[in-house]
């Protein structure tokens, strides 16, 4: 499930107690904006929080949820371009979307599996949701919904290229810490609402357990850093390992952590030079890059599980 339903998680959660109803797309058929498994979660009072569609649908579904919340059963219901009100409720970009709307409760989406999705994320684990479209009752069923765990991101070297690395990481909704030892390089002034570590890279890297929605990036160029994050990050199921440097310094990192004892097998998760080949000029353009191919390599990750 590549959706990105964090704010609808933080949402339920927030709103315990409450009656709400969920929408999650549950079918896509060519340009539907918003991907298999997304959520919309409304509140009672009229609040909700996340799109099923990037705007399209959205107004017809609070009215469905309303009715849901109001008592009336799980609905599914389908917009596309054909539909006689195309421009108000359905999709003029040209796709087709199905929305299942739920109630929160035993005779939906029962409250309980908000908490138990999100112990799993804690824990860097997946967790799948199924359920019945026919009846809109979550906990068994042929739909299955997979709630990957939250995606991290792991800078090592406190250098101009991670400052615009972290931001982008932030605006992706990518959780970002920067490790680094040396002190005047890690500061909150140069890493404004970023998460901070002045422990020794390969330390760091393992305490924190990287997993497969975790990318590791190496930038200090400097081998007594980053080689020791790097080892830390291959020994775990790091999902998208990435060094910054020339294909020359990256030969001879090959050569230093194959004589440390790092498997061929390992040394090829690591991309190096890091980053897609967007012929990117200065730290701006460098960390773009970079951004782009972590968030590529999530996705074809993500793809692999489903």
């Known amino acids: 499930m590549g959706a990105d339903n964090d704010s609808v998680l933080a949402a339920a959660r927030a709103w315990t107690g409450a009656r709400m109803a969920l929408a999650t797309v549950v079918s896509t058929w060519g340009s539907a904006p918003r991907p298999r498994g997304s959520h919309m979660i ?113 800078i090592i070297g406190a250098v101009q290229i991670a400052q615009v690395l972290a931001g982008l990481a932030r605006e992706l909704g990518i959780s970002c810490t920067v490790i680094d030892p040396r002190a005047r390089f890690l500061t909150e002034a140069r890493f404004p609402a970023t998460m901070l570590d002045d422990h020794w890279p390969d330390e760091a890297v393992t305490a924190l357990r990287p997993d497969p929605a975790t990318a590791v990036v190496t930038l200090s160029h400097d081998p007594k850093i980053d080689d020791p994050a790097l080892i830390a990050a291959l020994a775990a199921p790091t999902g998208y390992v990435a060094a910054l440097g020339s294909r020359k310094s990256h030969a001879a990192r090959l050569e230093r952590l194959a004589a440390a004892g790092v498997a061929p097998a390992d040394l090829a998760r690591i991309q190096g030079p890091a980053g897609l080949d967007l012929g990117a000029v200065g730290p701006a353009e460098i960390a773009l890059s970079i951004a782009a191919a972590m968030v590529k390599t999530f996705h074809e990750i993500g793809h692999d599980r489903a």
């Open 42 to 154: 409304v509140h009672e009072d009229g609040r909700f929080e996340g799109s099923v569609s990037g705007g399209c649908v959205e107004s017809d579904i609070l009215v469905t949820a309303a009715e849901v919340i109001a008592g009336a059963p799980a609905i599914l219901k389908a917009y596309g371009v054909a539909d006689a009100a195309a421009w108000e409720v359905g999709l003029p970009c040209g796709g087709q979307v199905e929305v299942l709307v739920q109630p929160v409760s035993q005779a939906g989406f029962p409250p309980e599996l908000f908490g138990a999705i999100e112990a799993a994320r804690a824990e860097g684990k997946a967790f799948d949701v199924a359920t019945d479209l026919a009846t809109g009752r979550s906990g068994e069923g042929a739909f299955v919904n997979r709630y990957d765990p939250p995606r991290r991101l792991l």
